[in-house]
């Protein structure tokens, strides 16, 4: 049974580069045909695709975050990361890492695309 679990700092200053990392267990990341998105959830509001990496190592980005998202994996750890620069507090929000079998609907996220997800991270980014 593949397990994801996130990880980062709770709390980041505005201006600063937000680091989160996925680590996968029970599964390798570059097994079958599965793509790695992050999603997030800011307090109020719905859940917003971010990017994701896929089984082949292609990487898309939802293009109003491109400018500040990068998406990579290490596979000898088994983990996915996001680097997210220039956070302001409307980048608060819970982090969570997914898989799904198909590249999602990067405007809707639909949870019915994915088969397994992380637990989630809060992130609150403030001074």
């Known amino acids: 049974q593949v397990k994801l679990q996130e990880s980062g700092p709770g709390l980041v200053k505005p201006s600063q580069t937000l680091s989160l990392t996925c680590t996968v267990s029970g599964g390798s990341i570059t097994a079958g045909y599965y793509y790695w998105s992050w999603i997030r959830q800011p307090p109020g509001k719905g859940l917003e695709w971010m990017g994701a990496?896929?089984?082949?190592?292609?990487?898309y980005y939802m293009p109003s975050l491109k400018s500040r998202t990068s998406i990579s994996r290490d596979t000898s750890k088994n983990q996915i990361t996001l680097q997210l620069s220039s956070v302001t507090p409307e980048d608060t929000a819970v982090y969570y890492c997914a898989r799904g079998s198909i590249l999602p609907n990067i405007w809707v996220v639909n949870t019915d695309e994915y088969d397994t997800w992380g637990q989630g991270t809060q992130v609150t980014v403030s001074s």
């Open positions: 990496i896929a089984y082949d190592a292609s990487i």
